[in-house]
């Protein structure tokens, strides 16, 4: 297909690219070759995918329009293709958590998600980057090199799941799968202009997800628009008896709850501005568009008042020993028995047992996995673990209840999603704390298990992305849904368009 043709087709929606689908004025095959073009365009410029599975993508899109001539019933999404984050197995395809310890792995299963996908005829682009165990803030610490933002390739896209994230936004694929443990769907979102949702703990299936913190971690949608997260979360939503933290609950209904926003009739919705997620240490930027998007809440006629959550400044301190501690007894199993790396002791070390792990671990892991392992393996040491970790897990309770006193009074919650735009590479890179920081607002919805959803709220002085963030009450992922769909149409009015709009890519010939 010609440069225009295809450049028309990886800027719709995934929502109309269904509808185009379903009514034959584009194949499946089609959708997916138009994507693997542009993806052989972008990679040079962008690197978010570590594995494109071409052969598999056309295969499975073949196969969707197969179903299509035949008459069947077609889901949602049907024909649209999908990334997926390397933190999620896929049968057949490497999968590696961008880890050297996990190079060459080809998993023999699929996760519940991947094969929720499959079935409703969705083709595998490929597996996205992401920090090395989905442990950082920039895709700065994947060790297969770092993904670009694509609104300025100097800096980064956001972490962990940078990778889905870019290649949403590059236009390498119109939806992806990411994981979120302390706001790796969010952030990234925010950074790169696309919409990310972390859904209720336990709404979606983590079997098959690779452990990074079991209590926290969360697969969610990437997408451009709100519409389009909202059919992803539906499809990959549910119940799973393979997951023994999945809420045997049907997904609640947030397609129609976002369409039921594109109305933009907000009458009668209490919105919530937290009062701990404003102020010193959020960039001029990002304040002024959060401000506006408020303003915006308030024409569609939203109620808004200013909600306290005092135990949030504690959040950041009790995740940074609540997840390292769970990392260190979920990456205890990478020690090169069983699978992955194996790096054998040089000539004159015994070649023990112990001396081999500890070779594997040391060659296998990052600068950055190590660190936390190292500090969560302190927090849980004989003599620690109450002071540190069951200290830490107090405070969770506390700020479970501050945001159920909350809820009591407004029906979300709302903050900008990430305290900066994208910064540049290297530039908190040898600052771990400060690169932490970047979490800040994003890390209490992990705590306390609740939805929340990154839209952009358009762009900076500097023509940077800005997010803003909803968060709802456990298992009420559809409010979300409706308030973010609103924001979004206001919005595209005042900024004449999608954000994307304003995005150079010279990856695709324009």
């Not at 598999?56 to 999908?82: F, K």
């Not at 028995?337 to 081999?356: I, S």
């Not at 803003?468 to 409010?479: E, G, L, S, Y």
Request: aromatic share 6%; hydrophobic share 40%.
């Amino acid at each position: 297909m010609d440069k225009n043709t295809r450049n028309e087709i990886v800027k719709l929606s995934a929502s109309q690219m269904a509808e185009e689908f379903k009514s034959g004025e584009i194949s499946s095959r089609e959708l997916v070759d138009a994507h693997l073009d542009v993806i052989e365009s972008a990679e040079p410029h962008i690197n978010a995918f570590l594995k494109v599975s071409a052969d598999e993508a056309r295969s499975q899109a073949d196969a969707a329009d197969a179903r299509r001539a035949a008459g069947e019933e077609l889901a949602p999404l049907a024909g649209v293709p999908i990334a997926v984050k390397d933190m999620i197995v896929t049968k057949g395809i490497e999968t590696t958590a961008a880890s050297k310890i996990l190079e060459g792995w080809i998993p023999p299963y699929d996760a519940t998600v991947v094969t929720k996908l499959k079935e409703a005829g969705m083709p595998i682009l490929g597996k996205t980057n992401l920090d090395e165990f989905a442990q950082g803030s920039s895709t700065e610490h994947s060790a297969y090199g770092t993904t670009k933002n694509p609104w300025d390739t100097q800096r980064v896209p956001g972490g962990s799941g940078g990778g889905s994230a870019a290649a949403v936004g590059a236009f390498e694929a119109p939806l992806a799968l990411g994981t979120d443990t302390g706001g790796s769907i969010r952030q990234p979102g925010a950074l790169t202009g696309t919409v990310g949702t972390k859904p209720t703990y336990g709404g979606v299936s983590r079997f098959g997800a690779i452990a990074m913190a079991s209590s926290l971690d969360q697969i969610g949608p990437v997408s451009r628009t709100v519409l389009d997260s909202a059919l992803l979360q539906e499809t990959i939503g549910g119940h799973d008896p393979k997951d023994s933290t999945s809420i045997p609950s049907p997904a609640p209904a947030m397609v129609a709850a976002a369409r039921e926003g594109h109305k933009r009739d907000l009458k009668g919705m209490k919105v919530g501005l937290i009062k701990e997620l404003s102020g010193d240490g959020f960039q001029e930027g990002v304040t002024a568009r959060f401000n506006e998007s408020v303003e915006e809440l308030k024409a569609m006629g939203a109620e808004v008042v200013e909600v306290s959550l005092p135990n949030l400044k504690y959040a950041l301190g009790a995740y940074y020993i609540i997840m390292p501690s769970e990392v260190s007894s979920n990456l205890a199993r990478y020690d090169g028995m069983r699978y992955g790396l194996r790096v054998m002791p040089p000539e004159g070390v015994p070649a023990t047992a112990a001396n081999m792990m500890a070779y594997t671990r040391e060659a296998g892991f990052g600068d950055e996995v190590k660190r936390r392992i190292i500090l969560g393996t302190y927090a849980l040491s004989a003599g620690y673990y109450d002071a540190w970790y069951g200290s830490a897990q107090k405070v969770r309770t506390l700020i479970i209840e501050d945001f159920n006193k909350a809820f009591e009074q407004v029906d979300v919650l709302v903050s900008p999603t990430s305290p900066t735009t994208a910064f540049n590479f290297g530039e908190k890179s040898g600052d771990p704390l400060a690169m932490y920081l970047g979490d800040i607002a994003t890390i209490p919805a992990n705590l306390a298990g609740v939805p929340a959803i990154s839209i952009p709220a358009g762009v900076d002085e500097s023509n940077l992305p800005v997010g803003f963030q909803f968060i709802a009450p456990q298992q009420h992922d559809d409010v979300l849904y409706k308030p973010a769909a609103a924001l979004e149409a206001a919005l595209e009015d005042k900024w004449n368009g999608p954000v994307w709009q304003s995005l150079s890519t010279p990856w695709l010939g324009e």
